[in-house]
């Protein structure tokens, strides 16, 4: 799924990115990159590090030493509101919706619209979601029930749109779809490609390299805390994949 070389600023940069927790190093002077529109993959076994260098981008944790660029402007990221401010969101595996509550109630959790006279404006919201539902996942019919009732690819296009309706540009998506069965998985491989469309730029743990290979453009692999390269998905195969990942082996030395 590569769309060729990526030109022009990053839209995030993660330069020499160590931190440490106690005498674990987690992550180890690790580099990667995200462009406009690009679905960047971050594989690696159990504990390589991965969600750990993705919360130094969320605010969840801060980075030792090493440095973040947003836009090519070097960011101060202490905590999740500061990375909402560079237009940085996360969908978690494990989803942070109020299961009591439907879609459009879930959407605008703790940011709700509200009338001229100060009351929530319910319909709004729903206007609103239904709105954005339509451009993500226009299948989507079930807004008038608690997300409770909703399938797990369902929750996470609730998720999806929340983000996507705050404006995020860059998304930071950690196994989204490990808990999902195969057609959930598909609707969420398809609102990738539509997010992709739209522009955005998504970091993507996920474990399975095929999955890997359909939809990001390029794959960070780490081992031990330590990139062990990055390379076009569309360069090498499932098995090349799958050598970085348990082998270690460098993009280099990989067969051609
Ligand atoms: N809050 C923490 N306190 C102490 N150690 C931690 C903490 N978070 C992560 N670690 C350690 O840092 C290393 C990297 O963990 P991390 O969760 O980033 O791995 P991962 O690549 O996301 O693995 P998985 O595929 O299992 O999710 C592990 O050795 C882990 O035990
Ligand atoms: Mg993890």
Known sequence: MATGTNKGTPLVEMRDISIA???????????????????VGLLGHNGAGKSTLIKCLSGAY??????IF???????INNPRDARGYNIETIYQTLALADNLDAASNLFLGRELTTPFGFVDDSKMEAETRKIMGRLNSNFRKFN?????????????????????????????D??????????????????DELKRQGLGIFLID???????????????????????????????????????????KPEELAA
Do not use: W
């Not at 005498?23 to 690009?38: I, K, R, S, W």
């Not at 801060?62 to 440095?67: L, M, R, V």
């Not at 947003?70 to 101060?76: F, L, P, Q, R």
């Not at 390029?218 to 994949?241: F, H, I, P, W, Y």
């Open 145 to 173: 029930v608690p997300v409770s009732a909703l399938s797990g690819g369902q929750r996470q296009s609730v998720a999806i749109s929340r983000a996507v309706y705050f404006n995020a540009r860059i998304l930071i998506m």
């Open 207 to 249: 474990h399975d390299v095929h999955q890997v290979k359909r939809l990001c453009d390029r794959a960070s692999v780490m081992k031990n805390g330590q990139l062990v390269g990055t390379v076009n998905v569309d360069d090498v195969t499932e098995d090349d994949l799958l050598a970085m990942i348990i082998l270690g082996k």
């Open 175 to 192: 196994e989204p779809t490990a808990a999902l069965g195969p057609q959930e998985t598909q609707m969420v491989a398809e609102l990738i």
């Open 21 to 39: 927790f106690g005498g674990v190093q987690a992550v180890d002077h690790v580099t990667v990159d995200l462009y406009p529109g690009e679905v």
């Open 70 to 76: 947003v836009n090519g402007e070097k960011a101060t």
């Open 62 to 67: 801060q980075q030792d030493s090493g440095e």
